[in-house]
């Protein structure tokens, strides 16, 4: 017979056995092929177009940052849309295929209404050449002159405005009257759209030289345009975009979000891919432990090492397979639920496509069975490598102890986490926090190593106190004892949930609260200014004029690069641009330089950061722009406030020339008469005052708080079965025991009251060393960040994690008792084990 035979004969004979393992590939799977499903959808997803939906291609400014001599694949994805030379039009209509090339202004404009802003939807403003590009057919009226305007069809029936009326649209001042000049329809409502004439089109967008985008129309029959379009402007740092690529470079949210999933799913993924091998290298090293007996008695009738591991590699390979493909396509629908739940938190547009194709679940499917034929590897090596006398020997019992290499490995990898724990407090920001919880998981695989020796010495200190319990205490604390390892198993997965959940949540708290205690006491403002759509610059310079202290707000990000031996990593930072007054208005605890030099063509820098990087008041730093393009700047200062306001302040001039808006984000003012502050607003509709606020805007945070928690939460639903599926295998096995137990006098009730003398104590092993790989991380995060030892968050929601470990702990035990309880002693005694 052969090995693929025999494995497959035994499969089907202890199904029950295989179960386990069965559920741990499967779910592990589908996790990770639904984080491949998301990274493909971040280069590969997207929305129907609306405004270039004629346009056989787009060409617009690379959004790719990336170092010209980088040796990696590291690159950044710019936030904002920089323009493109409006000669490149001209280039491009001289390429073969090419029918026209359509150059196109983009800039905010929003109609006014008797109650403001109409602000519910983005609308832009356009030059009206580039309504072909859609085409927006006009329905009523005519093409715009230099005072008119055509509104889209929604737009219009919103307003109520009719040709020949008169309406207000606010675009970077205060709003001016058009005549609207016609109607123009269009498929798709994402956006609303406004055309002007040619001149003053470039105008309000404020760069005449400069379009926002050219629209390729192609010849009948051209093929391969895009690519000759590429070729041909490969010197020009543009991106060509065809297909479903369009719409990234039409709408700006599915731009982010095309990048936001894909640095997303490569993280998540990361996570996801660590987490499940472990649970189903646990899954099946406990799986192979209860079959000791088998593999001794195999060895015993002269089965030679080899072919016990081939046996236990074929095994796990026939049922990671079945469990594999299963979880691959059940990973399709994982992924449309993690995209509704992105969508409700605004991380996804609701209406962004995910692009689904073979690639990601036949890569999970791979890394599923990979996974388990590595734990069928590491988990067979011990049955397989002892002589068959000694195999029977230890078939009865437990190992007494664990392999010198095991512990080795997991004493280097706990000094290793609790070497990491201390990164915050050198380290502040959002990496500091990051550090911390992958400084917990280290400490978790470093705990599931050295397990059997530290929940052994646990035991042995609470074994007399249950040793007083009664007979079914007595049992229980014989049974930890001798089965330490057993319990170890059953403790790792639960003490992977309660550390992994209370290390994410509270390092977000902690960190968020830190980030608004250095706000509050950074804004020394008095009035706070903010719109629906922005501020324009206009406010802050004519408060400047009537002789009150303010500054314009701009937030904005840069991308910096950062080098180390040979590798090179690339990341956006989020930045500020203020003004050379703000100084009255803001207390960025500045160490070195003045803000008043804060001019175009410099920079600050937070304190930490600039001695990261060697620099000093004077030096000159290279970074990029939020729309990628190359800034080279001049220290004019240092600064300890970088949590509120980033390790980079740019001068607001600079901030606003690199964004699609060019608009300030708030202005914030010192002293001042706040009744003229409001007349003042009161020229700007949807702009308002605000009294003693934290001016800046947090809802970025807060979503990447939701969306960190939708993460973890998927990850513990997984951790979450594995653990019952974990305690289920462990309990059931010893239904023999059990059956032996009742066969010599002990009561059924005494044995289930045995078995909640476990779990209890499985449950509290798991909470306090949970709380513990927990604990050090987030309080040395705590004092990096808020100068206390004591983590930020809701006391409840730890008691919370606590209480729902326990109850599904306690529970699958229960459960998995009963069910072992049901038959007679004296059958249950002589069936297979």
């Given at each position: 017979?052969?090995?693929?035979?025999?494995?497959?004969?035994?499969?089907?004979?202890?199904?029950?056995?295989?179960?386990?393992?069965?559920?741990?590939?499967?779910?592990?799977?589908?996790?990770?092929?639904?984080?491949?499903?998301?990274?493909?959808?971040?280069?590969?997803?997207?929305?129907?177009?609306q405004r270039y939906a004629a346009a056989d291609a787009v060409v617009t400014a690379d959004r790719t940052v990336q170092p010209p001599d980088a040796e990696s694949i590291e690159f950044e994805h710019a936030s904002e849309q920089a323009p493109v030379p409006a000669a490149l039009a001209a280039k491009i209509a001289a390429v073969p295929g090419v029918r026209a090339a359509v150059a196109e202004q983009t800039f905010p404009a929003v109609v006014v209404g008797a109650d403001g802003p109409l602000a519910d939807k983005p609308a832009f403003g356009h030059n009206w050449e580039s309504a072909v590009l859609a085409p927006y057919a006009l329905k009523d009226g005519k093409a715009p002159a230099d005072d008119e305007v055509v509104l889209d069809s929604g737009l219009a029936a919103r307003t109520g405005a009719r040709v020949g009326d008169e309406v207000r649209v606010m675009t970077r001042s205060v709003p001016a009257a058009y005549r609207v000049a016609g109607i123009a329809e269009a498929g798709g409502d994402r956006q609303a759209a406004l055309f002007f004439s040619a001149a003053r089109a470039a105008e309000l967008a404020g760069h005449p030289d400069r379009v926002s985008a050219v629209g390729v129309l192609a010849e009948p029959g051209a093929r391969d345009l895009a690519d000759r379009l590429?070729?041909?402007?490969?010197?020009?740092?543009?991106?060509?975009?065809?297909?479903?690529?369009?719409?990234?470079?039409?709408?700006?949210?599915?731009?982010?979000?095309?990048?936001?999933?894909?640095?997303?799913?490569?993280?998540f993924g990361g996570y996801a891919v660590l987490v499940a091998i472990f649970v189903v290298a646990s899954t099946l090293a406990l799986a192979t432990e209860q079959?000791?007996?088998?593999?001794?008695?195999?060895?015993?009738?002269?089965?030679?090492?080899?072919?016990?591991?081939?046996?236990?590699?074929?095994?796990?390979?026939?049922?990671?397979?079945?469990?594999?493909?299963?979880?691959?396509?059940?990973?399709i629908a994982v992924s449309i639920g993690l995209r509704d739940a992105f969508a409700a938190i605004g991380v996804v547009p609701d209406d962004f496509a995910l692009s689904i194709s073979a690639i990601p679940p036949a890569i999970a499917l791979v890394i599923g069975v990979g996974a388990a034929r590595l734990a069928a590897w590491s988990a067979a090596r011990r049955p397989s490598s002892i002589n068959p006398v000694e195999a029977l020997g230890e078939a009865a019992v437990q190992r007494r102890d664990v392999g010198k290499v095991r512990l080795a490995i997991g004493w280097v990898l706990m000094v290793v986490g609790l070497g990491a724990t201390a990164t915050p407090l050198f380290l502040r920001g959002q990496l500091g926090a990051a550090t911390s919880v992958m400084a917990a998981l280290v400490l978790i695989i470093a705990l599931a190593l050295v397990g059997p020796r530290v929940i052994g010495g646990a035991v042995r200190l609470v074994a007399p106190v249950l040793g007083r319990a009664g007979v079914s205490g007595y049992l229980a604390s014989a049974n930890a004892l001798k089965n330490s390892r057993r319990l170890a198993a059953a403790v790792t997965p639960l003490m992977l949930a309660i550390g992994f959940f209370v290390v994410n949540y509270y390092s977000q708290t902690t960190f968020t609260a830190a980030v608004q205690q250095e706000t509050t006491r950074s804004i020394t403002a008095d009035h706070v200014v903010t719109g629906v759509t922005g501020v324009s610059p206009e406010v802050a310079d004519t408060l400047r004029r009537q002789g009150t202290a303010a500054t314009s707000l701009v937030r904005t990000q840069v991308i910096t690069e950062s080098r180390s031996s040979d590798s090179v990593q690339v990341e956006s930072r989020p930045a500020n641009g203020l003004d050379a007054t703000a100084g009255a208005a803001v207390d960025l605890g500045v160490v070195t330089g003045t803000l008043s030099d804060l001019v175009p063509g410099t920079v600050a820098l937070g304190a930490d950061h600039a001695s990261w990087e060697n620099k000093k008041v004077g030096d000159t730093v290279e970074f990029w722009y939020a729309d990628g393009q190359k800034a080279k700047l001049r220290v004019v200062a240092t600064y300890r406030h970088d949590l509120a306001f980033g390790d980079y302040v740019l001068s607001a001039t600079d901030a606003r020339a690199h964004t699609v808006s060019g608009m300030d984000s708030a202005v914030l003012v010192k002293s001042g008469d706040a009744?003229?502050?409001?007349?003042?607003?009161?020229?700007?509709?949807?702009?308002?005052?605000?009294?003693?606020?934290?001016?800046?805007?947090?809802?970025?945070?807060?979503?990447?708080?939701?969306?960190?928690?939708?993460?973890?939460g998927v990850i513990l639903g997984y951790v979450a079965i594995s653990v019952s599926n974990t305690l289920v295998m462990s309990t059931a096995a010893r239904r023999r025991e059990f059956a032996l137990l009742r066969l010599v006098g002990t009561g059924r009730r005494q044995v289930?009251?045995?078995?909640?003398?476990?779990?209890?104590?499985?449950?509290g092993l798991a909470a306090v060393l949970g709380t513990l790989v927990a604990a050090v991380p987030l309080m040395l995060l705590a004092i990096g960040m808020t100068g206390s030892p004591v983590p930020v968050g809701p006391v409840a929601v730890y008691l919370g994690a606590l209480a729902g470990a326990a109850v599904l702990g306690i529970v699958s035990i229960a459960i998995s008792t009963r069910m072992s309880l049901r038959g007679k002693p004296i059958d249950t005694i002589g069936t297979r084990e």
């Open positions: 017979m052969s090995v693929l035979s025999l494995a497959w004969q035994t499969v089907k004979a202890r199904t029950s056995g295989f179960v386990g393992a069965f559920v741990a590939v499967l779910c592990g799977t589908a996790l990770v092929a639904a984080c491949g499903i998301l990274m493909e959808s971040g280069f590969r997803g997207g929305v129907p177009t590429a070729e041909a402007l490969k010197d020009d740092h543009v991106t060509v975009s065809e297909g479903a690529d369009r719409s990234a470079a039409e709408f700006d949210d599915v731009s982010r979000t095309k990048s936001i999933l894909a640095i997303l799913a490569g993280s079959r000791r007996r088998e593999f001794a008695l195999l060895r015993a009738v002269g089965a030679t090492p080899r072919q016990v591991r081939r046996l236990i590699g074929v095994e796990t390979t026939v049922v990671a397979a079945v469990a594999g493909v299963l979880g691959s396509l059940l990973g009744n003229a502050l409001r007349e003042l607003a009161g020229r700007y509709p949807g702009v308002q005052v605000a009294e003693r606020v934290a001016a800046q805007d947090r809802s970025d945070e807060r979503t990447q708080f939701l969306l960190n928690l939708i993460a973890v289930v009251r045995m078995m909640r003398t476990e779990a209890v104590l499985t449950v």
